[in-house]
């Protein structure tokens, strides 16, 4: 019986750690800072962008991968 206290408790540790570090993950997600925010919400949920037709995962590949960039819009051109 003591293995099975002490296995639930380890369990049960870890998954206060898991809460515990979503917390401060979420914590940036009202920032103002595109570094913090979770930028799945905002590409997934635009009007104007349809992921299927973008995003290379929504085609299956194996071998490519969608990397976005967050450019300030007055640096736009020189990234282009």
């Known amino acids: 019986m ?5 296995d639930l408790k ?3 540790d870890e998954m206060n750690d898991v809460k515990n570090n979503l ?11 595109y570094l913090q925010k ?5 590409i997934y949920n635009a009007p104007n962008l ?3 037709h973008y995003f290379v995962e929504k085609h299956g590949s194996e071998v490519l991968a969608t990397c976005i960039a967050i ?5 736009a051109d020189i990234f282009l």
């Open 50 to 52: 349809n992921p299927d």
């Open 2 to 6: 003591r293995y099975v206290d002490g």
């Open 10 to 12: 380890k369990v049960m």
């Open 38 to 42: 979770d930028l799945g919400d905002i």
């Open 71 to 75: 450019v300030h819009k007055t640096k």
């Open 23 to 33: 917390g401060q993950l979420s914590k940036g997600k009202d920032s103002n800072s």
